[in-house]
């Protein structure tokens, strides 16, 4: 599965993004498909994750502002970002767990100037 992430930018505090990934085929949809992000100096961290017929994870930095959605239809998973933050600049991944293997996109950086 090759997973094709795009999306990001500069942006201002406050302002909005939406990240969008594309997996090159049908990921089961009890499967989960998520997104992470890694800032410079920092291990890489869990944004949200989508598992179809359940509510989504959030981490606690980015819940009640970041929402993440998924169309099985169109093998993407979405994540829409709003009231962003400097803490929130880090280049963001695409990740989707299936058939018992990990898949990774290739990041999309996104910066948050104050």
């Known amino acids: 599965v090759q997973l094709q992430a795009s999306g990001g930018g500069l942006v201002q505090a406050g302002g909005y993004l939406r990240l969008s990934c594309r997996a090159s085929?049908?990921?089961?949809?009890?499967?989960?498909m998520s997104w992470y992000r890694q800032a410079p100096g920092k291990s890489r961290e869990l944004v949200a994750r989508k598992r179809s017929g359940r509510d989504p994870d959030y981490s606690d930095s980015v819940n009640g502002r970041f929402t993440i959605w998924r169309d099985n239809a169109k093998n993407t998973v979405t994540l829409e970002m709003k009231s962003l933050e400097p803490r929130d600049t880090a280049v963001y991944y695409c990740y989707a767990k299936t058939d018992g293997h990990q898949y990774w996109g290739q990041g999309t950086q996104v910066t948050v100037s104050s």
């Open positions: 085929r049908s990921i089961f949809s009890g499967d989960p």
